[in-house]
Structures are given as structure tokens and as C-alpha cells.
């Protein structure tokens, strides 16, 4: 890609992530930060990725530790979120 | 023009016509003002606060030269044979109760103005005694009310126990029971109302109150007053109100319908479902009583341990604020006819009655009487 | 799959980031916008493999690998997070960054040993980027997550000449950093994820336990800001857009929380490198309480059932009772059910509080005798404490001697959690602590008792 | 155990030492509760309400039998003789003012309590009768207040002019101070408040009044009291206060210093700075009067139409509800010292000297006197 | 110029719309954000003189021309811009759109040519897709532009079968529109803008009076997305931000803008294939009266110096007493000067509103009598009357015979704006008709009392 | 540029777009959208560069017309904004 569009769609996910948590209340930051950090678990796609293109076994064996590392973040954190988020369920009305 | 103000002789009257303050709207207007000495003093002014306020002190009798004679309660016809033909004279004449006052009135060829006669239209408020009274009624009544029951009107809760708060009834929703909801309300009371116009129900809301809905038709009269009641209806209205009443710790009554009797709203069956220590303050006491049994100026206990305070000049009972507003309804009516000093012009009144207020206000002129029914 | 629905799949996963991020922003769509945040992911992962870059073909290669350490990956991270205790999670989601950081040095090493000399300057410099902020995010959250857990000391830890070190540290992670980018090759790199690693020990060993969250929230806005550049590397959208996301609204966050905690960002961060040694020499340890906001006040209140609300002196001190019934009104239009707990002696006056109450129109029958409150307490979810203190002090309990001994009280320790609205640790009318202020599930919010209920109303209203 | 209570024979004394809704309490500990005929009349519980609440009536004396008798006002020393040796009396018995009664129950080796002498600590808070009936004091003050008062209490802006607000000074910001202050304030005038105690500015503050500053040290004493003021001290608060009073339309003293006579905190001079139609409401006028020419029970009216009330057994003004919250205090204090009835025991009396309440209040046991002093 | 730079300038004029959006939707900032749009547009202009694209030279080709046409828009632009009145915007701002749109379609047009053959079929959609948005706007805005000057009937106009001539108009558009994909050419082109030009005239005939601002926005949305085409077809990312912006915020907007208005969406876009011709034959006209959201009583609340209070039986009956101090104590937190202005017989009983606003602890101070206020009126930015009616009607002073005739009023009429907070256009005690209601200062907030004062609280604390 | 970019450069300033008015009060409404619409005058942008490539009279007619029609809109869109929130403007404090 691009060097411009690379740099657009940079500053423009700058502005979506800047604008979508600017309002949220302090009771959600424990929660937010665990989603947001959930959502960088994708990282697990790049290193699904360079498993895939792994040639040597130290490649291999680093990619590996990188999928393991990955999944514990991705589906922890989301798993975790979910849990901090129980107190918003029980709401009647 | 000279303007006086005799003492008032009814007993039990502690109001004055006309207070110091305002008596400068008077002499501006190019009046020259004369007040009885002593005429104040129950209303807490002083023949030196009337000098200040640019008015003369007269020790003997001010009537006789005087253009325009201001009072509270109507002259008597004594009082009235002294004036001069084509005076004025302003003051609660009543052609209901004040029968020989105007007779004489007419007799004399004086205009004798009838402040309960002022028609209920916008551009009269300003000279509505009978609203500005009524309001000096209606805190009283609760005052009264709160003074004499044996209990606290607020709900307190303290170390000693629970407090609760006293139960409020009135009837008849007028400006004095309006003003009797809110001073009871104030003091914390639960207030509840009833009256029989159809529009009484969002003012008693507006209040604050509870408004009691019976299901009866409403008596809708003119000018915003109610109408009479049937014997019948006055039954059912009765029975309904009963347990209400029952319940309540104090009880005011503030119903009328103009030119009549007040309606009965209480039997003596009715105040004997109420416990002992509870209080009903009748302010109809003087026309007839809305309570079975009140007597006006007197306190009535019961056997069953009821108190019915019956009113009587209750307004004079303030008498500083009521003197103040009655002064203004009085100057802004009199200001109504009068054509102020200008130039060489001397100050004159000019009676014009096209004009709905004077028309509807004088019962005599020109020696005779006029606006015989009362509206 | 083309490489264009591969792409595209990629983009809507971001989008779902997207309405993540926004979902969990607000309480009513919180639990929605993560269930959207893990489909988004859980899409971007299966979709990778029905997609093979040019040159390569299906299945996968090393698939038996991928998915067994996936299955790792699983096998330790859905028990964690399951079975972790509420009181924990803060460091859970601190060793969960930290592993992602970890994961992410890892997949640009590995990206990097693979293009050889093939890379572009930019590449480089990205890899370099990602290792080096991947390990400090990484061992820095090793870190906090053993002060979270008690594991070692949760106080700033600070050595002689700790700054030079650090210092010095930061000083080599850019230089070897630079010798990467020109020189090029696999032992430059390993030094440079060493240092890395070490800077990120050395970072937040002085940080004190109280910024500790705030470190955590900037190592994860970090941790993004290496997905996005391993997202260039890579040339994914998605990486991009995510780690992007994560990088920007974590920032934010990150200035959120410190504000909200009333904390210097800068000072929390750089601390490391101002603080000197006798800082440690502390005076007596103070009792630790939790403070919150208004904004936390109000979702307390918005998630709950029951709230009793327990008047003392300071309201009428105050003169907040106009503004307490418009609290009441509104969560009582809002479905809570709402009482008044009237202690018989609250204020100075035999009463004080009907006087208030009536003056501001709330209806009697929303006030409640101690006698009838205290029952319903342990179905109460939220007791708010407005200006009161003696009289929910349970002292008078369980302390015999001291002054208000043997005074009955309002059992507000019953509820679910307690809120109290005061200006300070100050006790009240007998001079004595209160032991409630610091329980767990008690909440203080402090300031004039009218002006923080304003703006727990605001803040009720807004949600 | 028999708990009697006397039927009041203090002139004035409307209230009753136990009101009918409380006796369930006593007997549910085990005591036999009987009354004396028509005791509770006056505070609106007749004889049938006793006997359906569970006491019996008696129509002869009911004293000599008890083993407690509980009254308002302290027995007389002959009513005393009457009394078991043994049995316990509790009763405002103030060491200042009932030295008879006293000396009469340490020579008849009666436990007489003083609730006078209950210490002010938390714990004791729903047996200080000082507390319950000081309120209904302040209620009662600011309504006579208002019901004397020419004027009205709140500002109203209507059609006749606009009535301004009363300005209200309370001096002394005690419980009935306190109390008074809100009663005003819901009335609708415009309250300040003046006290010595340090802390009092914010309460006053707190009922929504504004407190005077004025600059002299504070006084304050033990248990949340006053100290007593100099002569030199009273003469500058005095002149400080001058300028508040003479702008006031309704001044409410409760200032009060315990076992010493009421501070004086006008003199005839700040009296006559004030205007007709003034009141001022004394609640101390019984221990002397805070105000110089106040009479207890009486109103007088000064050359200068400023009139005073003196207050007189003003709680029993209120008789329902300060004997309402009177009996609470009475039957906590009674608990205190009561082993309930239990299986085969019987209901007993145990009274602990080391307890702070039972030491503090106890004026005579054993056959002497105890706490001199008072507190 | 590089490329390069050119692009990043184009971005950063790109940043500067979103910021320019973002300062546009608060009061605070929304000057400097139209300042920002302002300078981001001007940046981006002038770049483009500084950049040749790849085989072109500097300085531009047709220089001369290009600056005489700018030159030639600056003048027509500006002192339009300038000295219309306030009143006249809205039409102002549709030609404007209206013109950007037919730029725009231009602009797709020669590109068009000047590609001929050699065009993408993307580009040629793209194209397809500008010339008709483009020109449907142009078209669209003249006729709202005539609606709004009056140039033409306010009122729909519905001819006989107009849906149907509509419905074909819009299939031949699309019909043509394929047809210039397909086979392309000039020709078709051309017939494609001229249908476009006719669709929009037919579009925007049948929408009433007070949909047009609705249609506006759309058509503003509308115009962005061309632009955002354009930017496709010329490779600009500045044209593709800005325009989708535009295109997004705008869709966005018309939504808000149609719900504020309490209209359907759907209704005033599809009013035109569904309106009958028998519509036309109207009941008698209504008087109109501007009605406002608490938002707009909010923004003219805070920007007001001084604000006076009149209070009626409606606020009794509403019992909104202590939200209407709420709203004057927190006016007097932001610096506003507010008083309340007593009739002396609003309500019912003499004292009516010094009964409830002493219940509300309104200090004494802040009521001025009738006499003492009505001469401050013409010094008052804002009067709000609620539940008011008979003491500010003026019918009391000119309409002798009327039942008021006589009363004294307030005179709110000399303030700069008044506000009315009441149910409905029923009238008062007196029962007649309050011509100041139809004023245009005044602006109608409807609903209860006390709703009504919850909301202006809110928003003008959010403001 | 790749299609892929163009998309998500759409996709995320159609977010941008969303979020930052999605709050606006209605007041702000018409300057809101007359700002927007000065906005979409930066196909001046496009015009001019049109003008640049025109080869024929007749492509450079129509872009001298696209110019200064743009220029109106741009220009006078500014304008008319900054008149309208004159309103704003004279808050003290
Ligand atoms: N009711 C009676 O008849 C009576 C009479 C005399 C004494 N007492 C005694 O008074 C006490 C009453 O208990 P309580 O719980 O009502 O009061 P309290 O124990 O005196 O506590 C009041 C609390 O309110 C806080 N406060 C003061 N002003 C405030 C403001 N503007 N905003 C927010 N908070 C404020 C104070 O903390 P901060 O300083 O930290 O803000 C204080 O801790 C009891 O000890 C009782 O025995 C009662
Ligand atoms: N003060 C006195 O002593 C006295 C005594 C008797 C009569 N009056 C007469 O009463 C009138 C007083 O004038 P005013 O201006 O106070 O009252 P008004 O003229 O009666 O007007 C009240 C207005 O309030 C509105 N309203 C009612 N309920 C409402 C609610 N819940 N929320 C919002 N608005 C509400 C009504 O309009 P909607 O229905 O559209 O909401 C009505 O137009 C005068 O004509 C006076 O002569 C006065
Ligand atoms: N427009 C004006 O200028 C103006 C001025 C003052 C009062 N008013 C209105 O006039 C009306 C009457 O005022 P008022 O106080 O002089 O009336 P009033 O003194 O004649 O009567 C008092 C009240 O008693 C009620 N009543 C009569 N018969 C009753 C019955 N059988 N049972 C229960 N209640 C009964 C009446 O409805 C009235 O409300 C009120 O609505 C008041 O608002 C209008
Ligand atoms: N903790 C408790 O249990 C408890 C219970 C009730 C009352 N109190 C407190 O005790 C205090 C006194 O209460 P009280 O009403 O019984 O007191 P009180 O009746 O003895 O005196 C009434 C008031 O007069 C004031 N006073 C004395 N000399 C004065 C002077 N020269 N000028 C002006 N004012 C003067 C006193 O300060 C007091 O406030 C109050 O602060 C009250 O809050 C405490």
C-alpha cells in the first residue's frame, strides 16, 4: 500500500479511537482498557501469519511462542472484559 | 378636595383605611388629607407618622367638610347625616348587611362607594379588598389553626419518637383558602381541600394540596364565584366530606357565595366524628357559619372535645398588613374618578359611570340607590 | 480467497473494533460492544486461514503447529480469565498486555529474521519500533502485574542513582536502536530486545502502586501502537486499524484515568527519572480509602435497585436538600426504588431533617424511621450517605467507651456498598473515626455536599 | 410492679407523663400501669384510651401502692410522703428549683430522678426530656410569634402592593432556638440568629438562617452548654445586639445556661428601640427572663406598643405531642434500669450507679441526697 | 512539489475539516472551527498551484484562466456572503450547495472527456455517479433557493400524476446512467446531466416549506459524496476525506435535523412519489409560531447577559418551583444576570408565586416587583415566561374591551428574545388569544412546566 | 491507490464524520451543515486540477465554470458560516 494511504487511514483510526472513548465514564476505564486491550490480541493474526512464513525452526519456534502469547491475550482479555462487565447486566426496567 | 379618615367605632375593627405610607400618592394627586386622631394607632400608626406622611391630625370631627370619607367598616347613618350632599364615601357596605348605612347614604345624597360591589375584572384587581381581606383571612385562619391544636402541624422524627404531621382540611378554596393551603402547608401540614368551581381543583394542586374529588357537580357561578347549593346537594356533599373530616386534626372553612348565607358544610354530626383535640376554625362564622355551632369571635368546645373557633373581623386580626392593602384597593379606586391637579386645575372627581368599576361599585348617587342586588 | 476479500473481511473486523471501543464507552452497550469486539477477532483470525498470500498455498504451512499453540494459548487463557476473583483483574489485564507486547517484539523478530536483507529502511525501522516498545511493554507489565499481586513490594521501589541507570538504559535501547536500522542484522537485535526488556523492569519499578493502573493503560496504548507497525510491516489493514484504535483511544484513556485519579500523567511517567532516594524515607503510612467520582457514583446508583439515602448534618450544612430530592426524583423515575433512613438524632436538632426534607417537597412518606430502615438495608444495593457521620459510625457498636456508645445507629454497612458525600476525613458532631470510611465497599466522594450531588445528577442524567 | 402516674396538679400543666400509644411497652416488660383518673384529659387521652391501651384507672389515689411514679412536674412534698419506701420517682426535678421535693425524697428513701440531670451523651439522646420538650418550645415560639405579629410572616407580592417578609432574631440557638428559627423560616420571614456557642453559627446556618457575628469570644461550657457571661461581657453583647433588634419585627429569646438564671440579653432601653407592633417572645421569662419586663404567662405591652411574652410552661402549650414525646424519654429512661419479666421472674427494678445516665440523673437514693450540684 | 508532500498537505487539510467539524458542533468552538475549515480549504488550494502532477510543468496550464475564474468566485461569493440577511441565510446557504454540487458534476464532466476511452469502468461509475448527484443538486438547491426567497410557492407542488413523471424521470436516469457505462461517450453524458438537472427540479417541487431546510442538508450530504467520488476519479486523498466528512457528518445532520423538527425522514424525501394532488386543497392556513428544543433555550439562555424570570400559574400547576431555581441559580453560576419579575396576579391567589418560589428558598432579592422590572426589560437579552400567559399580554394595553383590557403587563415584549414554556396554544384565566405567542422573537418551548425546565437544566449544564 | 486503502479511508471517515457531529445541538444545526457545505468547496481543489489537464476549449470552458462555481461555494460557505455564529461571539467572562 501507499505510503499516503497508510498515513490516512493512520490518522483517521487516530480520530475514531480518539472520539469513540473520550466521554466514558470513569467506571468503564477498568473495562475499556481491557477491551482495548483485548482488540490488540489481533496481533495473533500477524503471528498465525509468520508461522505461515516461517522457514527456519527458530522462526518457527518464536512465531509459535508469539500464537500462544497472542491467544492468551486476545481471548483473556475479551473473556476478562466480559466478566468486569457482569455488574452492567442485571439492570431491570 | 379634602379626603378624611374617621376612627373606626365598630368594636373588634383594629384596621384603618388608610395607612401613612401611601397618603403621599394622595396630596400629589392635590388631596388634602385629615385622619381622626388616634385612627391608626391599632394599626400600628402613629398621629405623628400621619403628619410625617403629610396628612393633618384632626382631634375633633373631620367629617363634615370632607369631599371623600375613607373607612373600613361602612359609616353609620349618623355618621353619614353629617356629610356634605354629593360627598364620597368609600368603605365594606354591604347591600346585604349594611341595609341602613346606604339608605342613609341616599338619603343624604352622598355616593357611597361598595368595596364587596367591585366587579371581579382585571383592571379591578388592584381595588379588590374583598381578595386583599381574604388573603389576611386565610393566613390566619391557618395560623390560628396551628396555634391552637394540641399538635405539631410538621412531621418530626426525633430521639423521643416519630412525630407525625397534622392533617389538614380545607373547604371552600377561595383566595383565603388558597392562602390558608399554603401558610398550613408551610407549617408542614399534609393539607387536603375540597371546593365545589371546577377550576378550584388545579388551584388547590397548584398549592401543593390534595384535592378531594367528589363526585358531584360542580356550581359554577358568575365572575368566578361559586353558586348556591341546593338543600339536597348540601346533604350529599355532607356525607361525602365526612370522613374526611373525620380524619383531620384541624378543619377550615372558608366557603361563600356572594350576597347569601354561607353554605353549611359541617353538622354538628360531622364535627362529633372528630376527635378530641382536633380544631375547626370557621372563617364564615360572621354570615352564617360553614360549621353547625361556630359562633363568630368565640371559641365553642364541645363535649366531645372539638374546638370551633368562629371568626370575626379576622383581617383586623393583622392589622398592620391588612390596613396597608385595604389603603391601596381604596386610593386606587378613588384614583379611578379622580382627575389630578394640573396647571391651574384643582384636583376633581369625575364620576363616569359607563365605567364598568364605578357602576358596578356605587350603591347610591344623586340621592338614591342604585345597583340594588349586589352583582 | 482473494486477496481482496481477505482484505476486506480484515477491514469489517476493524470496524467492529470500532463499535467495540464504542460500545464500551457507555454502560448500556458495554457487555454488546466486547461481544462484538471478540466476533470482529475471532473473524480476523479464521479468516487468515482460508487466505494464502501469493506464493503460498493451502493449507497453511506449520498449520499443526499454529493450531496447537493456539490451543495452548486457550487452554491458559480462558481458565485465567475465568476463574480470576474480582479484586484481581487489574493485574490479569496487565499480564494479558503484557504477553500481547510480548507477541508482538516476537512476530517482528520473526518477520524481521525472515525478510533478511531483503527489508526496506521503513520496515526496519518499524521492527525496531515494535521490539523495542513489544519487550518494554512486556517485562513493564511482568512487573506491575507483581506489584498488583503483592509479589513484591507494592511501593516505589528506587535505588541509588536509579535515574542514571534508567537513564543510561533508554540512552543504549536508542542507540543499539539506530546501529539495527543501519547495521542491520539478527545480534543487534537481540541486544536491542534485552535492553528493551530491562528498560521496561527499570520504568516501572519506581512507579507507586496508585499510578500503577495508569502505567498499565499507557504500556497497552503502547502495545497497540506496535500491532499497527507490525501491521505495515505485514501489510495488513487490519493490524493497522486496530492497533491504531487501540494506540489513540488508550492514550486518551490513559489521560482520562490520570485526571480521574488526580494524578500527573507527566509525573507518573517520568518519575522514574526524578524520583531520588529519600523520597522513600515516607511518614506514617496513611489508610488507604477509595475515593470515586461522580460519574462512578452515578452508575452506582443506575444499576441498582434499592438506594437508601441516609441524610446528616452536613446536608443541611450544605443546603443541599433541593438538590437531593432531584436526585431521588430522578432515580425513582428511572425505576429505582428510593428511601430516605431519618436517624432519629441526624443533625442538630430534634427533627433538623423533616425541616429540610419538607422545606425541598420531598413527600413524608418516603422518609423512613430507623427502626423500619434498618431491616431492608441487606436488600439494599446502594446506601448513600449524604453529610452524615455519627450517626452510621458503627463504633457506637462495637466500640464500648467510646462517645457515642450505646446510640442506636443505621446499619448501612448492610447495604451492598456504601457512598459517602463529605469534604474530608474529618469526623463528625462526636470527634471520633469512622472505621466505615475505609471499609472496601465503601465509596467517598468528596466535596460540598450540594455541589457533589449536582454533578452526580449530571452525571445520572447522562447516562 | 405497679407504675402509677399522677394526675398534674401544677397550674397550667396540661401535659401527662404518659399518654395511652406507650403503655404497650411497659407492659410488655411486665409492670401494671395505672393512672390516675382524668390524668391524660388535658392532652387529649381520656380514661377509655388508658384502659384500652392496657393501664387501669383509678379513681382515688394511686401513689402509696407504686413502686414508680412517673410525672411531669416534680411531686410535692407531700405528695412524696405518700410514696413506698423504695420506690422511684422520675419527674423534671430541677436541683435549682424543687429543693422541697427533693429534700422530702431523700427523707422518704425514695430513688428520684432528675431528667433535668440526664447527661447529654448520645446514648441518652431518647431519654432527654431537656431536648423533646425545648422543641416543642421553639415551635410554640415562633407561632405565637406569628399569630401576635400585626404583620405577616412572608412576602407576597399581589395586586394591593407587595407585603414585605417579617424579619425575625432569635437569640440563643439552643434546641428551641433551632427549632423556632425553622418554624419562622417556613412562614416565610426573614430569620437571623445569635448564640455564644462556637459551633452554633453553622447550625444556625444549617436551618437555613443567617447567624449575626458578632465580635466577641465565645462561650462555650461542658456537654455542649454555655458558659455563664460577666456583667461586662452581657453589656457589650448587649449594645452589639441593639442595631439587629431594633430592626426586628418579631425577636424569640431562648437563651439559657443550665442551673444558673436565664442571661440577660435585653434591656428595657433595646425594648423601647424597637417599634409598635414589635413582639418579643421570651422563653426564659420563667428563669428570670432574658428580657427585662417580661412576665411568665403574661404579655405586656410597653409605652412604646412593643409587646413582650413571657413564656410559661410553654411545651404544655403543645400538650398532646410534648407529652407524646415526654413519655417516650420517661419509659427509655425507666428501661434503663428495668430487668423484664421472663419466664418465671418477675419484672425488677436494677438500678447500676456505675452507669453514667443512672449516676447523672438520680437526685436522692437510699434515704440521701446525690449530685449536688447538678451538672 | 513532490507528490509526496503534496499529499501530506492534502491530509493535513483533511485533519483540519474534521477538526473544523468537531469546533462546529459546540458553541464554544465553532467559530475557530469554521476558522479551521476556512484555512484547511485555503491550504489546500493554494498547493495545488505548487504541484505539477507527473508530465505536467509549472506553472499550470490555463493559469490565467484558473486565477480569473477564482477571481471572478471570490467576487460574486463574498459580498453575497456579506450582506445577506440573517433571515435569508438558509436559501443562501442551498445555492451555495447547489453550485458545489454543479462543480462538482462539471469537474466529473471534463475529466470525463479528457479520459475518454481510457477510463476505468470504476472511474466511469464514479463519474456516473458525480454527474447525477452532482447535477440533482444544482438543480435540487434552485428550487429550494426559490422556495425559501419566495420566488415560487412555499407549498408543495403537486401536479397531476407528478409521482409518476418523477418515478420515470428517476428510472431514465438510471437508465441513462447505464448506458454511459456501458457504452460511454459524451452524448450520453450529457442527456444523463440533463436528466439529472430535470430530476432534481421534480425532487425538490413537491417538498412544503418547512421540509426544505430537511432537503437542504440532505442535498449537502449528497454533494459531499460526489466530492468524495471526484476524489476517487483525480486520486486526491484530501477530495476522499473530505468529501466522505461531508457525506457522513451531512447524513448524519439531516437525521438530527429531522427528528429536531419532528418530521419523518422518509416522509419528506419519499412525500414526493407518494403525495396526491387532492393534498393541495388545504384546511385554513395555521398561523405560525417557531418552536424550539430545550437545546435552543439552553444556547440562548447561556449567551445572554441577563435573563429575567416570569413566572405563572402554569409553573404552580407544573409544581416546577424548585427546578426553575435550579435553572436560575445555575444561569447565576455562569456569570448571567438573572431576576425574576412578579406580576401581582399571576397565579390564582394574591402571592401565588411567592408562596411556591419561597418554597424553592428563592431569596427575597432576586423578585422584583412589576413596576420596578418593566423598565429593565429593554436592557434583557432574554425573557422567559413560564406558565404565564395573561399577565404578559399585550391585548391588556391594546385591545381595549378585551377582558384584560386595563391590567397592567409585564413587558416582556421589550426584551431581545422571549421564551414561553407551556403546554399547548391554549389560553389563559382570561381566555384569549396572546398575540405575542406569534411574535417572531419569541420562541415556544411546549410541554410541562417542569419537563420542559429539566431539560433546558441539562442542556444548558452540557453547554 | 489500492482499492483496499480508498475503502477503509472511506470507512473510517465515515466514522470520523459520524462521531463528531452525532452530538450537536440543534442550534448548531445550520452553521453545522453552511460549514459543511463550504467544506465539499474544496472540489475547487478538483477544478483547478481539470483546469490544469484541459485540452480542448470546451473541457476548459466547463472547468473554469466548476472553478468558479466552487470558488462561490467554498468562499461564501466560510462566510455565511462565521456571520451566522456572530451569535456566539459576545460572551464575556
Ligand atoms: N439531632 C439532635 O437533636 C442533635 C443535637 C445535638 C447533637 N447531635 C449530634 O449530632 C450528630 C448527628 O450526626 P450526623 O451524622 O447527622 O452528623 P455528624 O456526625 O456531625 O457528621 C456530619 C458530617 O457531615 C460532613 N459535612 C459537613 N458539612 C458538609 C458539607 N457542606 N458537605 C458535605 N459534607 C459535610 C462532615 O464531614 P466533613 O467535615 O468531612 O465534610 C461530617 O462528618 C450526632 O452525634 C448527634 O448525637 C444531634
Ligand atoms: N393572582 C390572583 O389573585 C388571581 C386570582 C384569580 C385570577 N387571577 C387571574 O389569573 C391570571 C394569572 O395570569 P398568569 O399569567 O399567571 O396565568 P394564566 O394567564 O392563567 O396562564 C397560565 C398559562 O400557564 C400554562 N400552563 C398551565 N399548566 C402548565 C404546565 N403544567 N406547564 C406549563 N405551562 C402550563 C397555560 O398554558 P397551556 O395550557 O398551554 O399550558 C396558561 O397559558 C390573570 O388573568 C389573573 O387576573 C389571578
Ligand atoms: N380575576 C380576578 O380578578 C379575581 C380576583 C380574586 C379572586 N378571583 C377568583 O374568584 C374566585 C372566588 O374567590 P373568593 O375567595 O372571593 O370567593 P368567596 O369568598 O366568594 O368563596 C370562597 C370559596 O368558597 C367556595 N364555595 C362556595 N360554596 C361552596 C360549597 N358549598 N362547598 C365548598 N366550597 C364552596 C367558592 O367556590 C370559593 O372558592 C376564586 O376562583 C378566585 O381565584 C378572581
Ligand atoms: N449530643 C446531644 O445529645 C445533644 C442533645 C440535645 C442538644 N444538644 C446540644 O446542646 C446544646 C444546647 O442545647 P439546649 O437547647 O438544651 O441549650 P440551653 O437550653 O441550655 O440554652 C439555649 C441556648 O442559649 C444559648 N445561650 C446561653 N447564653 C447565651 C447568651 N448569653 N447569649 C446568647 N445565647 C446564649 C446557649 O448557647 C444555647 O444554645 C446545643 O448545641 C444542642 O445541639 C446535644
Redo the contacts between chains.
Keep these: ?1 501507499e ?1 499516503i494511504a ?1 498515513l490516512s ?2 490518522v483517521l ?6 472520539e ?37 525452526n ?3 519456534g ?24 457482569e ?7 | 378636595m379634602l379626603i378624611a379618615v374617621a376612627k373606626e367605632i365598630h368594636e373588634g375593627e383594629k384596621r384603618v383605611a388608610l395607612v401613612p405610607d401611601i397618603i403621599n400618592k394622595l396630596t400629589r394627586l392635590g388631596f388634602d388629607v385629615v385622619i381622626e386622631s388616634g385612627a391608626g394607632v391599632l394599626s400600628q400608626a402613629t398621629d405623628a407618622d400621619y403628619v410625617n406622611a403629610g396628612a393633618t391630625i384632626s382631634n375633633g370631627e373631620v367629617l363634615s367638610t370632607a369631599d371623600a370619607v375613607l373607612s373600613v367598616q361602612p359609616l353609620t347613618p349618623t355618621q353619614i347625616a353629617t356629610l356634605k350632599k354629593g360627598a364620597i364615601t368609600i368603605s365594606f357596605m354591604s347591600p346585604v348587611t349594611a341595609v341602613d348605612s346606604i339608605d342613609a347614604a341616599a338619603a343624604a345624597g352622598v355616593t357611597a362607594f361598595s368595596l364587596e360591589l367591585v366587579p371581579r375584572i382585571s383592571r379591578a384587581q388592584s381595588m379588590d379588598a374583598l381578595s386583599s381581606q381574604a388573603l389576611c383571612a386565610g393566613y390566619r385562619a391557618a395560623l390560628v389553626g396551628a396555634e391552637l391544636s394540641p399538635r405539631f402541624f ?10 407525625t ?1 397534622a392533617q389538614v382540611l380545607v373547604l371552600g378554596a377561595g383566595v383565603a383558602g388558597l392562602q390558608a393551603i399554603a401558610t398550613a402547608r408551610r407549617l ?1 401540614a ?1 393539607v387536603s381541600a375540597y371546593d365545589v368551581r371546577p377550576a378550584s381543583a388545579d388551584e388547590v394542586r397548584s398549592m ?1 394540596a390534595t384535592f378531594i374529588e367528589l363526585e358531584l357537580e360542580a356550581l359554577e357561578g358568575t365572575g368566578g364565584y361559586a353558586r348556591e347549593m341546593t338543600e339536597d346537594r348540601a346533604a350529599q356533599q355532607q356525607a361525602l366530606l365526612t370522613p374526611f373530616i373525620a380524619k383531620s386534626h384541624v378543619v377550615i372553612t372558608t366557603a361563600a357565595v356572594p350576597g347569601r348565607q354561607a353554605p353549611r358544610l359541617m353538622t354538628k354530626a360531622m364535627v362529633d366524628s372528630m376527635a378530641p383535640g382536633t380544631i375547626i376554625i370557621d372563617l364564615a362564622a360572621e354570615t352564617g357559619g360553614n360549621v353547625e355551632g361556630s359562633k363568630p369571635g368565640e371559641i365553642i368546645t364541645t363535649s366531645g372535645g372539638v374546638r370551633i373557633w368562629g371568626g370575626k373581623d379576622v383581617p383586623s386580626q393583622l392589622p398592620f398588613h391588612a390596613s396597608f392593602l385595604y389603603s391601596r384597593n381604596v386610593v386606587n379606586l378613588l384614583t379611578l374618578f379622580t382627575t389630578p391637579a394640573k396647571d391651574d386645575e384643582k384636583v376633581a372627581f369625575a364620576l363616569n359611570f359607563e365605567d364598568e368599576i364605578i357602576n358596578g361599585a356605587a350603591v347610591t348617587h344623586g340621592g338614591s340607590r342604585r345597583n340594588e342586588g349586589g352583582k | 480467497m482473494s486477496r ?1 476479500l481477505y ?2 473481511v480484515g ?1 469489517a ?3 467492529a ?2 463499535l ?3 460500545g ?5 452497550t ?2 454488546r ?3 462484538i ?2 466476533f ?2 475471532t473473524l ?2 479464521l479468516v ?2 482460508f487466505y494464502a ?1 501469493p506464493g ?1 498455498s493451502l493449507p ?3 498449520l499443526g ?2 493450531l ?3 490451543f ?3 487452554a ?3 481458565p ?3 476463574k ?1 476473583q ?1 479484586t484481581q ?2 493485574q ?2 496487565a499480564l ?2 503484557g ?2 507486547g ?3 517484539a ?2 517482528a ?3 524481521y ?2 525478510l533478511g536483507d531483503e527489508a526496506t529502511t ?1 520496515e526496519v525501522i518499524f521492527t525496531v519500533f515494535t521490539v523495542i516498545v513489544g519487550c518494554v511493554s512486556f517485562s513493564g507489565s511482568i512487573i506491575t502485574f507483581m506489584k498488583l499481586q503483592e509479589l513484591m513490594t507494592t511501593r516505589p521501589v528506587i535505588f541509588p542513582a536509579g535515574r542514571f541507570i534508567i537513564a543510561a538504559t533508554l540512552v543504549s535501547v536508542i542507540g543499539v536502536g539506530g546501529w539495527v536500522v543501519s547495521a542491520l542484522g539478527t545480534t543487534p537485535l537481540l541486544v536491542l530486545a534485552g535492553l528493551s526488556l530491562l528498560f521496561g523492569v527499570l520504568f516501572v519499578l519506581p512507579v507507586g502502586g496508585a499510578d500503577v ?1 495508569i502505567v ?2 499507557l504500556l ?2 503502547f ?2 501502537l ?3 507497525a ?3 510491516v ?20 490513559t489521560r ?2 490520570a485526571e ?1 485519579m488526580g494524578r500527573s500523567l507527566f509525573g507518573t511517567l517520568f518519575g522514574a527519572f526524578t524520583a531520588k532516594p529519600q523520597a522513600e524515607s515516607d511518614s506514617a503510612e496513611v489508610r488507604p480509602v477509595r475515593s ?2 461522580p ?2 457514583v ?3 446508583l ?2 441498582a ?1 434499592r438506594v437508601v439515602i441516609v441524610p446528616g ?1 452536613g446536608l ?2 450544605a ?1 443541599a436538600q ?1 438538590t437531593v ?2 436526585l431521588a426524583d430522578l432515580m425513582m423515575s ?2 429505582i426504588d428510593v428511601a430516605y433512613g ?1 436517624h ?2 441526624a ?9 429540610l426534607l ?4 420531598v413527600p ?1 412518606d418516603q ?1 423512613e ?1 430507623m427502626d423500619e430502615i434498618n431491616p431492608t438495608f441487606s436488600q439494599t444495593d446502594v446506601a448513600i450517605v449524604i453529610g452524615a457521620n ?1 450517626v452510621v459510625n458503627p463504633a ?1 457498636e462495637n466500640t464500648p467507651g467510646c ?5 442506636p445507629i443505621l446499619h448501612v454497612a448492610n447495604a451492598a456498598n456504601v457512598i459517602f458525600l463529605k469534604r474530608s476525613m474529618r469526623p463528625g458532631f ?1 470527634g471520633i473515626e469512622n472505621e466505615l470510611l475505609y471499609d472496601p465497599k465503601t465509596m467517598l466522594l468528596f466535596g460540598d455536599a450540594k455541589a457533589s450531588l449536582t454533578k452526580v445528577v ?2 445520572l ?1 447522562a ?1
Tied chains: 1, 6.
Design positions: 500500500m505510503p497508510i487511514i493512520f483510526a487516530v480520530f475514531v479511537g480518539f469513540v472513548v473520550s466521554k466514558v465514564s470513569s467506571t468503564l476505564h477498568t473495562p475499556l482498557m481491557s477491551g482495548a486491550n483485548a482488540i490488540h490480541g489481533v496481533i495473533l493474526v500477524g503471528a498465525i501469519i509468520v508461522a505461515d512464513h516461517s522457514s527456519t527458530l522462526e518457527l518464536l512465531a509459535v511462542a508469539a500464537i500462544v502469547l497472542a491467544t492468551i491475550n486476545m481471548v483473556g482479555g475479551f473473556v476478562v472484559t466480559d466478566r468486569m462487565l455488574m452492567f447486566k442485571g439492570k431491570k426496567k | 410538621p412531621m418530626l422524627m426525633t430521639a423521643a419518637g416519630t412525630v404531621p408542614g399534609v401543593g | 481482496t482484505d476486506l477491514l473486523a476493524g470496524v473494533f470500532i467495540a471501543l464504542k464500551l464507552s457507555h454502560p448500556k458495554a457487555r460492544g466486547n461481544l469486539g471478540a470482529g477477532a480476523a483470525t487468515v486461514f498470500a503460498s497453511l504451512n506449520n503447529w499454529i496447537g499453540a493456539i495452548v494459548g486457550l491458559v487463557g480462558i485465567a480469565a475465568r480470576v474480582m483483574m487489574p490479569l489485564v494479558f498486555n504477553v500481547g510480548g507477541a508482538a516476537l512476530v523478530i520473526v518477520e529474521l525472515r521503513a493502573p498499565i493503560s497497552n496504548a502495545t497497540g506496535t500491532v499497527a507490525s501491521g505495515y505485514l501489510d495488513s489493514v487490519l493490524l493497522i486499524i486496530a492497533g491504531t484504535l487501540v494506540g489513540a483511544s488508550g492514550t486518551i484513556l482520562l484515568m480521574a470515586g467520582s460519574d462512578d452515578a452508575i452506582l443506575n444499576y435497585r448534618f443541611a450544612v443546603q433541593h430530592r432531584e428511572k425505576g431519618i432519629p438524632v443533625g442538630r436538632m430534634p427533627g433538623h431533617m423533616n425541616v419538607a422545606e425541598a417537597n413524608y422518609l424511621e455519627d457506637a462517645p457515642i456508645y450505646g446510640m462526636a449530571s452525571a442524567k447516562l
